[in-house]
């Protein structure tokens, strides 16, 4: 069994930049398919970017271009790169592995 742990939101200005980390024990990142969603309040959750064992990745229209999924299997950690922050990107963002494995979340708040 997975545990995960998201850590890295935070406040941020329009087009800055933050880096999740989902820290995972249990079991190996590379044993699962990774991915990051994120939700706001009174919406689903909805997938931003996902990472294969294979390392083949893909990401949703909204996050393609500006964020980055990515692991380092030697300290079993899933990161998520965003770039050039939109207030639109404000949400808890939660790491999941496999089909139902998940994180607590954290948040990002993209304001001025």
């Known amino acids: 069994q997975v545990q995960l742990v998201e850590s890295g939101g935070g406040l941020v200005q329009p087009g800055g930049s933050l880096r999740l980390s989902c820290v995972a024990s249990?079991?190996?990142?590379?044993?699962?398919?990774m991915a990051w969603y994120r939700q706001t309040l009174g919406k689903e959750r909805e997938l931003v970017a996902v990472?294969?064992?294979?390392?083949?990745?893909n990401y949703a229209d909204s996050a393609r271009g500006r964020f980055t999924i990515s692991t380092d299997n030697a300290k079993n950690i899933v990161y998520l790169q965003m770039n050039s922050l939109k207030p639109e990107d404000t949400a808890v963002y939660y790491c999941?592995?496999?089909?139902?494995?998940w994180g607590q979340g954290t948040q990002v708040t993209v304001s001025s």
């Open positions: 999941k592995a496999g089909s139902k494995h």
């Open positions: 990472i294969v064992p294979s390392g083949r990745t």
């Open positions: 249990g079991s190996a990142v590379s044993d699962y398919v």
